[in-house]
């Protein structure tokens, strides 16, 4: 599973949204990325999905939501992706 974040360095909400994510990605085994929107990745993304507000969230090449989610929907969003084992 790839899911993709994509933040500006202007976005308050952005940094809570980061937060989130990151302590999602790691309890769940995915490919995670926080994609800036200045970066050619993340233009390509604005421009493919017309995106006019981050945080914007791709998973698995879908855009499945916007702004920030609450711990427990992110979870549910990567629902299928089994849990991270630690060594």
């Known amino acids: 599973m790839k899911v993709q974040l994509v933040v500006s360095d202007s976005c308050a909400p952005c940094d809570q949204a980061e ?3 990151r302590m999602v ?21 604005v421009n493919r999905w017309r995106l006019r507000t981050v945080p914007a969230l791709v998973i698995d090449d879908k855009l499945v939501a916007i702004g920030v989610q609450s711990p427990v929907e992110a979870r549910a969003l990567v629902a299928r992706a089994p849990p991270r084992k630690y060594p």
């Open 19 to 21: 937060a989130v994510w």
């Open 25 to 45: 990605a790691a309890e769940r085994e995915m490919d995670f990325a926080v994609v800036h929107l200045d970066s050619p990745e993340g233009q390509w993304i």
